[in-house]
C-alpha cells in the first residue's frame, strides 16, 4: 500500500511539473541580418561553405525557404516586423513620389508612430524582458527610441553606420547604452574603412551573452532582437576575421556573424534554456547587388535589394527550438518577417490587438507540425503595390528597377540581369493584364506565361482577387519619411553633455525628402 501512495504521489508530482513547464513561456531571440542575401548561407547553396554555425542551425531546425520581407529596404521592413503590419499601414514609407522606396536617415523628422503597439510592448505585458542589439533605424529622436517602445535594454545605434563626419555639417552616429549614448561612430566605436577593421560585431556577440546569462539566472522570460549590421556598406570585420573569407570583407563579415550566431546557441544550450527558446534568423532585405563584390548573392533569384523582384525580398531563414521543432526540416509556408509579431505573441500567450489591422500570420503550425496554410505575398514599393504572390504564382502590377539616368552613373540593382518588358528602367503600370511568373520551376523571373494561355487565365483571377480585397479595406497610415530636417540630426543626443559630444547644429527648416529610388 505505502508503494502505491508513493507511486501516486510521484505520478501527481510529474504532473503538476509538467504543467508548470507548459505554463512557461517560451523566450524568444529574432538574429536580423542587413542587407544579407538568400544566397549568402552554406545550406542555401553558398558554394564556399563559410557558414557552419548557420548550416548546423538548420540541420537542427527548420529551413523556410519561401520567406520575405514586407520591403526591399531596412527601415520598413524593420517597422513591418515590429508591428506585424506592411509599411503602408504603419507609415514608414513615403508619398512624395510614385512607387520610391524611403529610409530613415539622419535628416528625417518621422520615425515609428506612438500608435503602434510594437512586439515588445506585447511581450513586455506579459512579463518579458526585451533587449536591441545592433541597428534600430526607426526614428532617431528621442521619442522614437526604442526604450520608449517596448524594449528595457539597447546597445546599438539609431541610424547606419555610415560616416565619418566632420560634426559640422553632419554629425557621427552616436551608439546608445540603453537611454544614452555612450560615443559615436568612428570617433569611439571605430570602422576602418580603409582595412574593413572593426569590433563592433564582437561587442554585439558579448552583449548578447551578458543578456543571456543574466535573464536565464533571473528565470523570467527575455526577448532578445540581435540587430547587426557588418554586412551593410561600409563592410565590417575584426582582425581574425579579415582576409579569411574566399568572398572577401564581405564574407569575413559574413563568418563573423555566423560565429556569433553559434556563441548565442551553444550560451542558450549552456545555460539549460535552449529547449525553451525560440530562435528565428532572417534578414531585413535582399543583398544590394549595386555593391557589386561588397554585396552578397540573392542566390537564383533576379536583382537584389530596393526591388520587388525575388531578390529584394525573399530572405534566408532558419527556425530552431530544441524538442519543439524537428530537425531536418524544410517548409514551403509562405512567410513573412510581419509573421514573428504575430507567432511571437501567440506563443508569449498573448494576443495581437484587435482594433487594426495585423498583416502577420501564426506560424506556429508551420513551424512545429510543418503544416502549410495559404495566404498572399504583398510586395510593396513605397506607396505602391507593385506585385503579389499566391501559391506558385507571382503576379507583377507594377515594374521598376531604377531610373535610366541613375543606372547610367552606374546604380545597378540587377546587375548582368536583364530581361525585356522586366527590368524596366521606367515605371511600367502593368495592372491592366499583370505579367505572371510561376516562382516555383522559374524563380529568376525570366519567363513570364502569356495572358492567352489557360495557366495564366486559370491563375490571375485569385491574384486579382487579393489585390482587390486589399485595396478595398486599405487605410494608409500618415506617411513618416516625407519630410527632412538637418536640424533633427543626432547633434546633441542624451548623454552627449558627459561625454563633450554635443554639437550645435543649424535652425530648423523642413523640406520634403527626395528619394531617388
Request: hydrophobic share 35%.
Amino acid at each position: 500500500m505505502a508503494d502505491v501512495k508513493v507511486l501516486v504521489l510521484l505520478m501527481f508530482t510529474l504532473s503538476v511539473t509538467c504543467i508548470r513547464a507548459k505554463e512557461k513561456p517560451p523566450n524568444f531571440v529574432i538574429m536580423l541580418m542587413d542587407d544579407m542575401g538568400w544566397g549568402d548561407l552554406g545550406v542555401f547553396g553558398e558554394p564556399n561553405k563559410e557558414t557552419p554555425y548557420l548550416d548546423k542551425m538548420a540541420q537542427e531546425g527548420m529551413v523556410l525557404p519561401n520567406f520575405y520581407s514586407a520591403n526591399p529596404l531596412c527601415s520598413p521592413s524593420r517597422a513591418a516586423l515590429m508591428s506585424g503590419r506592411l509599411p503602408i499601414r504603419n507609415g514608414f514609407y513615403t508619398t512624395n513620389d510614385h512607387a520610391r522606396n524611403a529610409y530613415t536617415p539622419q535628416v528625417i523628422m518621422g520615425g515609428i508612430p506612438d500608435e503602434e503597439i510594437l512586439l515588445p510592448e506585447i511581450l513586455k505585458d506579459a512579463g518579458y524582458r526585451n533587449k536591441i542589439i545592433g541597428k534600430w533605424h526607426l526614428g532617431q529622436q528621442p521619442q522614437y527610441h526604442p526604450l520608449k517602445h517596448g524594449f528595457d535594454e539597447w546597445f546599438g545605434a539609431p541610424n547606419c553606420h555610415f560616416g565619418p563626419y566632420n560634426n559640422k555639417n553632419t554629425p557621427n552616429i552616436p551608439v546608445y547604452k540603453n537611454a544614452e549614448m555612450v560615443g559615436r561612430y568612428y570617433q569611439d566605436f571605430v570602422i576602418d574603412k580603409q582595412t574593413g577593421e572593426s569590433n563592433l560585431t564582437q561587442m554585439y556577440i558579448q552583449e548578447a551573452l551578458t543578456f543571456l546569462e543574466a535573464e536565464a539566472s533571473s528565470g523570467s522570460p527575455f526577448f532578445l532582437y540581435w540587430a547587426v549590421d557588418a554586412t551593410h556598406e561600409p563592410l565590417y570585420a575584426s582582425k581574425p576575421f579579415l582576409g579569411k573569407s574566399h568572398r572577401g570583407l564581405y564574407g569575413d563579415a559574413v563568418m563573423e556573424l555566423d560565429f556569433g550566431v553559434g556563441q548565442i546557441l551553444n550560451k542558450l544550450m549552456a545555460l539549460g534554456v535552449a529547449e525553451n527558446t525560440f530562435v528565428f534568423f532572417s534578414s531585413d532585405n535582399g543583398a544590394a547587388t549595386y555593391a557589386k563584390t561588397h554585396g552578397g548573392s540573392n542566390g537564383p533569384f533576379l536583382c537584389g535589394k530596393e526591388t520587388t523582384f525575388e531578390g529584394g525580398m525573399r530572405e534566408p531563414a532558419i527556425a530552431w527550438w530544441p524538442n519543439r521543432i524537428k530537425p531536418g526540416q524544410v517548409s514551403h509556408q509562405l512567410g513573412s518577417l510581419m509573421d514573428l509579431y504575430t507567432t511571437l505573441a501567440k506563443l508569449a500567450g498573448q494576443e495581437p490587438p484587435s482594433d487594426r489591422v495585423v498583416d502577420g500570420i501564426d506560424l506556429s503550425q508551420a513551424l512545429l507540425q510543418n503544416n502549410v496554410v495559404d495566404r498572399p505575398i504583398l510586395y510593396y514599393r513605397g506607396n505602391e503595390l507593385m506585385a503579389v504572390r499566391l501559391g506558385d504564382y507571382k503576379a507583377h502590377l507594377w515594374t521598376w528597377t531604377n531610373s535610366i539616368q541613375e543606372f547610367n552613373r552606374g546604380i545597378d540593382f540587377c546587375p548582368g540581369e536583364s530581361i525585356a518588358n522586366v527590368t524596366t528602367h521606367d515605371q511600367v503600370n502593368n495592372t491592366a493584364q499583370p505579367l505572371l511568373f510561376h516562382v516555383g520551376r522559374d524563380p529568376g523571373e525570366k519567363y513570364f506565361i502569356r495572358p492567352h494561355t489557360s495557366e495564366y487565365k486559370q491563375n490571375i483571377g485569385g491574384i486579382l482577387s487579393v489585390v482587390e480585397d486589399h485595396k478595398k479595406h486599405l487605410v494608409p497610415g500618415k506617411p513618416q519619411l516625407n519630410w527632412c530636417d538637418n536640424s533633427v540630426m543626432n547633434w546633441s543626443p542624451p548623454g552627449c553633455e558627459k561625454l563633450g559630444q554635443c554639437y550645435k547644429g543649424p535652425p530648423s527648416n523642413p523640406q520634403k525628402c527626395v528619394w531617388p529610388h
